[in-house]
């Protein structure tokens, strides 16, 4: 029974801990600009992060170590020092957006201009990562996100045309007014946001902070196979309540309240505070998860002592990495840099430091003196390899169809 | 023991601290900042007309949105579907947007071929404007939303994609 209620709360937590500001503002542009034409990128960058995240799970429960301490031992410092610098301005990026996405979901329920918030959030953030415990923080805000549920409701209560949305997911097709750069630019942004670094750092560090063992991978599995598809199920009807209401208006999506608009369009005000919340917890949590990540990151390459099992006190440098981390997020946002284009440069680089994150992890994966008896079988490295490609093509196409859309203008 | 990955083993790959050196990555760093800040430091030349008609068609695009978001947050307003101060943030950011459309195309010195498009642009750009700050003071204002206010985001929304579409 236990086992069955933890596979229930990790499925639910993974759901609701899925979507964040990149996932958000990406696919609210696309819906409203492409409607479901690139659901496909949505669904190929969850294949992605299901295959990589077993993988790192997988890892985490059998060696009891977190990928970057691999890496380094494995490959050496120098492919170390690689994967830490580019999935560190990533994920530093990424941080600086969830922030900044805190800061204009609180703006949305208060009116207060979200500049006021930002070194509330901070300190917020600070507080969390300091003192809350690991599985309270994931538990609690994994399952607040689950409030973003309500997207999903409003496509339901819109009683869009059904067949009209599946024939447009299913065709290769984009409007008349867009060109096809800019289709495949928002493509790699979204393969980008579904698959954005941190998040196999966090899942496989979290894995070794709860001490998962080989007992574990069952459960670590229905969480990543259950629970982060049905997580790509709330970015797809984020998309599809925006290719509803607002593709036909004329509304390009460029800020998190018109991301929000379909859903009061729907369900009134009591659909669009259910919305605002999740929009807080899931930007929230993943302000904490890319804010351990930093912390997580670095203190594996240079092998100080990390992690919240362990007092703050006995991982003095991690804690004041992570601290660091929110004084630079934060002093940034101050300069009233527009979080939203933060978010698209951070979904568009996460594309472009994939093949760093990922082939450290694909080599581990395979080495039989880490991996014992749970070494990477055949359909793992087909299907990784497979990956493997789509990230390096991505990461190679992804600065050129930047430049030639000028950010998907 | 597939695919050959087990046997990658690269150059250096020690645990111990490597030859690499972070001088380098922050010497690279420095040299990419200092060509794209040189690159961003031109002086101001006229436009190509090419540039000018994209210029202008993103921004009337743009403003056109930023209408019919206005239309859209007004319609749910006064269905009572959205509280007072998320409609009031959202045609903020529709307001600051529409005037930031407004002021990119009458900073750009238009092509010679363009300066008649390019006042009338300018001028659908700022009617646009002005009519979101409209918006925006009459739901601050608490007033009602009369539909006359809805029919201008309309119209001028439907003339600003005419235009657009007539530049691509």
Same mark, same amino acid.
């Given at each position: 029974?236990?086992?069955?209620?933890? @596979?229930?709360?990790? @499925?639910?937590?993974?759901?609701?801990?899925?979507v964040?500001?990149g996932?958000?503002?990406?696919?609210?542009?696309?819906?409203?600009?492409?409607?479901?034409s690139?659901?496909?990128?949505t669904?190929?960058?969850?294949v992605?992060?299901?295959?990589?995240?077993?993988?790192?799970?997988?890892?985490?429960?059998?060696?009891?170590?977190?990928?970057f301490?691999?890496?380094?031992?494995?490959?050496?410092?120098?492919?170390?020092?690689?994967?830490?610098?580019?999935?560190?301005?990533?994920?530093?990026?990424?941080?600086?957006?969830?922030?900044?996405?805190?800061?204009?979901?609180?703006?949305?329920?208060?009116?207060?201009?979200?500049?006021?918030?930002?070194?509330?959030?901070? @300190?917020?953030?600070?507080?969390?990562?300091?003192?809350?415990?690991?599985?309270?923080?994931e538990?609690v805000?994994?399952?607040?996100?689950?409030?973003?549920i309500?997207?999903?409701?409003?496509?339901?209560?819109?009683?869009?045309?059904?067949?009209?949305?599946?024939?447009?997911?299913?065709t290769?097709?984009?409007?008349?007014?867009?060109?096809?750069?800019?289709?495949?630019?928002?493509?790699?942004?979204?393969?980008?946001?579904?698959?954005?670094?941190?998040?196999?750092?966090?899942?496989?560090?979290?894995?070794?902070?709860e001490?998962?063992?080989?007992?574990?991978?069952?459960?670590?599995?229905?969480?990543?196979?259950?629970?982060?598809?049905?997580?790509?199920?709330?970015?797809?009807?984020?998309?599809?309540?925006?290719?509803?209401?607002?593709?036909?208006?004329?509304?390009?999506?460029?800020?998190?309240?018109?991301?929000?608009l379909p859903?009061?369009?729907?369900?009134?005000?009591?659909?669009?505070?259910?919305?605002?919340?999740?929009?807080?917890?899931?930007?929230?949590?993943?302000a904490c998860?890319?804010?351990?990540?930093?912390?997580?990151?670095?203190?594996?390459?240079?092998?100080f002592?990390?992690?919240?099992?362990?007092?703050p006190?006995?991982?003095?440098?991690?804690?004041?990495?992570?601290?660091?981390?929110?004084?630079?997020?934060?002093?940034?946002?101050?300069?009233?840099?527009?979080p939203?284009?933060?978010?698209?440069?951070?979904?568009?680089?996460?594309?472009?430091?994939?093949?760093?994150?990922?082939?450290?992890?694909?080599?581990v994966?395979?080495?039989?003196?880490?991996?014992?008896?749970?070494?990477?079988?055949?359909?793992?490295?087909?299907?990784?390899?497979?990956?493997?490609?789509?990230?390096?093509?991505?990461?190679?196409a992804?600065?050129?169809l930047?430049?030639?859309?000028?950010?998907?203008r | 023991?597939?695919?050959?990955y087990?046997?990658?083993?690269?150059?250096?790959?020690s645990?111990?601290?490597?030859?690499?050196?972070?001088?380098?990555?922050?010497?690279?760093?420095?040299?990419?900042?200092?060509v794209?800040?040189?690159?961003?430091?031109?002086?101001?030349?006229?436009s190509?007309?090419e540039?000018?008609?994209?210029?202008?068609?993103?921004?009337?695009?743009?403003a056109?949105?930023?209408l019919?978001?206005?239309?859209?947050?007004?319609?749910?307003?006064?269905?009572?579907?959205?509280?007072?101060?998320?409609?009031?943030?959202v045609?903020?950011?529709?307001?600051?947007?529409a005037?930031?459309?407004?002021?990119?195309?009458?900073?750009?010195q238009?092509?010679?071929?363009?300066?008649?498009?390019?006042?009338?642009?300018?001028?659908?750009?700022?009617?646009?404007?002005?009519?979101?700050?409209?918006?925006?003071?009459?739901?601050?204002?608490?007033?009602?939303?009369?539909?006359k206010l809805?029919?201008?985001?309309?119209?001028?929304?439907?003339?600003?994609?005419?235009?657009e579409?007539?530049?691509?």
């Amino acid at each position: 029974m236990k086992k069955y209620f933890a @596979v229930f709360l990790g @499925v639910l937590t993974a759901i609701g801990g899925f979507v964040d500001i990149g996932d958000l503002v990406t696919n609210g542009v696309v819906g409203s600009r492409f409607g479901m034409s690139l659901a496909w990128a949505t669904i190929v960058g969850v294949v992605g992060i299901c295959v990589f995240s077993e993988m790192c799970g997988r890892i985490a429960a059998v060696s009891h170590r977190a990928v970057f301490d691999l890496v380094r031992e494995r490959l050496g410092p120098r492919v170390g020092f690689l994967n830490l610098f580019g999935s560190l301005l990533v994920t530093l990026l990424t941080f600086i957006a969830e922030i900044g996405g805190v800061a204009l979901a609180l703006q949305l329920v208060t009116s207060v201009y979200y500049l006021l918030w930002v070194p509330f959030v901070a @300190v917020l953030v600070w507080l969390i990562l300091w003192r809350a415990k690991f599985s309270t923080m994931e538990n609690v805000l994994g399952m607040v996100g689950l409030a973003l549920i309500v997207f999903a409701v409003a496509l339901w209560q819109l009683h869009p045309d059904w067949g009209h949305l599946a024939h447009q997911a299913a065709t290769l097709h984009k409007p008349g007014g867009e060109t096809w750069p800019v289709y495949w630019y928002y493509a790699v942004a979204l393969f980008g946001a579904a698959m954005t670094p941190y998040e196999v750092f966090f899942f496989s560090s979290g894995g070794v902070e709860e001490r998962w063992t080989d007992k574990d991978i069952g459960v670590m599995r229905a969480n990543v196979l259950i629970g982060f598809p049905l997580g790509g199920l709330l970015s797809l009807a984020i998309a599809g309540v925006a290719t509803v209401v607002l593709l036909p208006a004329g509304i390009s999506v460029d800020t998190l309240g018109q991301v929000g608009l379909p859903v009061a369009v729907a369900l009134g005000k009591i659909g669009l505070a259910v919305a605002v919340l999740g929009f807080v917890a899931a930007t929230l949590g993943a302000a904490c998860e890319t804010g351990l990540s930093v912390g997580y990151s670095a203190a594996q390459y240079f092998g100080f002592q990390w992690g919240k099992y362990v007092k703050p006190k006995e991982a003095a440098l991690f804690h004041a990495l992570i601290l660091l981390s929110i004084v630079v997020a934060a002093g940034v946002l101050m300069t009233a840099v527009d979080p939203i284009l933060v978010t698209e440069f951070s979904v568009v680089f996460s594309a472009i430091a994939l093949p760093l994150t990922y082939f450290p992890i694909l080599v581990v994966a395979n080495d039989p003196d880490y991996m014992g008896k749970h070494v990477n079988g055949r359909l793992a490295n087909v299907v990784g390899t497979v990956f493997l490609g789509l990230v390096v093509v991505a990461s190679v196409a992804a600065i050129p169809l930047m430049v030639i859309t000028k950010m998907g203008r | 023991m597939y695919f050959g990955y087990s046997r990658v083993v690269l150059p250096n790959a020690s645990p111990e601290p490597g030859p690499f050196r972070p001088g380098r990555v922050i010497a690279l760093i420095l040299l990419l900042s200092c060509v794209l800040s040189a690159s961003a430091c031109g002086t101001v030349e006229e436009s190509d007309p090419e540039d000018w008609d994209e210029s202008a068609r993103v921004a009337l695009g743009d403003a056109s949105s930023q209408l019919s978001t206005v239309r859209l947050i007004l319609e749910t307003e006064r269905r009572d579907d959205t509280w007072h101060g998320y409609a009031v943030v959202v045609l903020a950011d529709a307001e600051k947007s529409a005037g930031k459309d407004a002021d990119t195309v009458s900073a750009l010195q238009a092509p010679p071929d363009r300066t008649k498009l390019s006042s009338k642009v300018s001028d659908l750009l700022t009617r646009a404007s002005d009519l979101v700050q409209q918006a925006r003071e009459t739901v601050v204002a608490h007033h009602e939303v009369d539909q006359k206010l809805l029919q201008q985001l309309q119209s001028l929304s439907d003339r600003l994609d005419t235009e657009e579409k007539s530049l691509r």
